[in-house]
């Protein structure tokens, strides 16, 4: 009887250690990707602090992470369509370093089946209807786009228009409901978004 509670003790013991091991490392990881962003949002002179901060906008479908890794610019008086994110030409929806989209499930954006991995999102800004483009090329500079790697392009919904201009671009998930969320992107009068669903 002593040797079995011994037994049970001993690895009740390791599967505590394996837990806190683990978490230990998620938690390290974590860190470890928002230092990673935090330089990358850095401008080539090495501004200190960054004119475009590191965010990241997060959800959890399917008990799956889905993570955008992006640097966030601000209006500074211009105008989104015109000085900044022109209409009718490819933009990189942030600053700096390419905005980069993980997914630990296989998604479905849109029409557009995204596998699990790792992406780069730009996008088409227009005043008729935005795009969100999404890209198999990473870890390139956010203005270096190559058309032939696109995953595909994805039509974006029009929401209602802020109250106030948003002053710091977002991209937030908003309205989830179990594998289902929204992909928003907010900046100055636009709030642009795409349906997400993570796959079975």
Known sequence: MRMLRSVFMSRNLVSRKFLYLRALLIAFAAVFVLAQAQAQCKPPANQN???SPAEQASIELNGKNVTVYYCA???????VGDQIAPYGKVWRTGANTATTLHTDANLRIGEQRVPAGTYTIYSLPSANGWQLIIN???????????QDQDLGRVPMTAGSAPSAPVEKFEITFE?????????H???G????????????
């Open 136 to 146: 198999k090329q990473t870890g390139q500079w956010g203005t270096v786009y190559k």
């Open 49 to 51: 602090p960054p004119l």
């Open 185 to 187: 992107l907010k900046w």
């Open 73 to 79: 610019p601000s209006l500074k008086g211009r105008k």
């Open 189 to 200: 009068d636009a709030d642009v978004w795409v349906p997400v669903t993570a796959m079975k």
């Open 175 to 183: 309205d989830t409901h179990g594998n289902k969320t929204q992909l």
